[in-house]
């Protein structure tokens, strides 16, 4: 049918037309902004999945630096202990040197004042309450500490640390309490500060011995629970890297598939402009019969 007033033709090509031009836009937009999900209508539910697995890969990075600063804490604590370890040595040292007979009292005074000093060390890395080491006074701020977390007190519940994304997965370190047993006994005072243990003390090797081994326990435990840490690091990583991979699935444009279908539409739009043309043109047909009249 022949026609002035509507143009079916023009209709349908402008149509195809404004079509193409959009996914032409659509893909446009993915190719320039890395992302198969420019709108929330682009894909609702990947849209969703997505946004869940982002916070979930947040959560794992908390953890992962969670995990990674209690792993500093516990190498601190085993630095300290192995300093304690070799002022021990020292120490069981300085007690034989004072059984030598061939000593004389000015001489095993000179080895208690390296003994004392040595003491003195350990006690200010320990600290504690006067309660709890004696003392004229108790130390407050011991040099064994990790940003402000005493090392080496009393602590019944331990540390407790999260070691995963989800609620409830934690980890309990337990306390290194080297204030009481047989560390307590080295470096105890009265309550004039004059320590309990002295290097002429008949027990002063075997306390020392077993202060030493006392370190060496808690050590093996704190090693454990470092184990356990590096572990859960790992793991973490493993999870945060095939998380990240599952959100590029969803959102991230294949860009070699989308420059295909922008080549596409980019030559369907060429072709549906050309074709508007020609279709606008169909008009003239009725002009030429009216101009046969």
């Not at 005074?109 to 003195?120: M, R, S, V």
């Not at 006690?123 to 004229?136: D, K, L, N, Y």
């Not at 540390?159 to 006994?185: C, H, K, P, Y």
Request: hydrophobic letters at 40%.
């Amino acid at each position: 049918m022949s026609v002035i007033n509507t143009n079916i033709t023009a209709i349908a090509a402008s149509r195809n037309l404004n079509a193409s031009q959009e996914m032409l836009g659509r893909s446009l937009s993915r190719l320039s902004s890395g992302s198969k999900i420019v709108n929330p209508s682009d894909d609702a539910a990947g849209l969703a999945v997505s946004e869940k697995l982002g916070a979930q890969t947040r959560r794992i990075k908390a953890a992962v630096t969670n995990v990674q600063n209690t792993i500093s804490y516990t190498q601190t604590a085993d630095g300290f202990m192995s300093g304690m370890t070799k002022i021990l040595s020292r120490l069981s040292e300085l007690a034989i040197l004072a059984k030598d007979v061939t000593k004389n009292t000015t001489d095993i005074a000179l080895y208690q004042q390296e003994f004392t000093a040595l003491q003195d060390q350990l006690r200010a890395t320990v600290g504690g309450t006067t309660a709890e080491i004696g003392g004229t006074a108790g130390i407050t701020a011991p040099l064994g500490a990790f940003n402000g977390i005493t090392l080496f007190g009393s602590n019944g519940a331990g540390l407790t640390v999260t070691i995963g994304q989800a609620v409830g997965q934690e980890m309990i370190i337990g306390d290194s309490n080297l204030r009481d047993g047989a560390m307590g006994g080295i470096i105890t005072q009265s309550s004039s500060g004059a320590y309990s243990l002295a290097i002429d003390s008949s027990s002063a090797i075997g306390d020392i011995t077993a202060a030493i081994q006392d370190v060496a326990t808690e050590r093996a435990s704190l090693g454990a629970s470092q184990s356990r840490l590096e572990l859960a690091a790992t793991t973490l990583q493993v999870e945060f890297e095939n998380l990240g991979a599952a959100i590029s699935r969803i959102r991230d444009v294949d860009v070699a598939e989308e420059s295909t279908q922008y080549a596409k539409y980019n030559i369907l739009v060429q072709s549906g402009t050309a074709m508007l043309a020609q279709a606008n043109q169909t008009p003239r047909t009725v002009l030429q019969l009216l101009q046969g009249q």
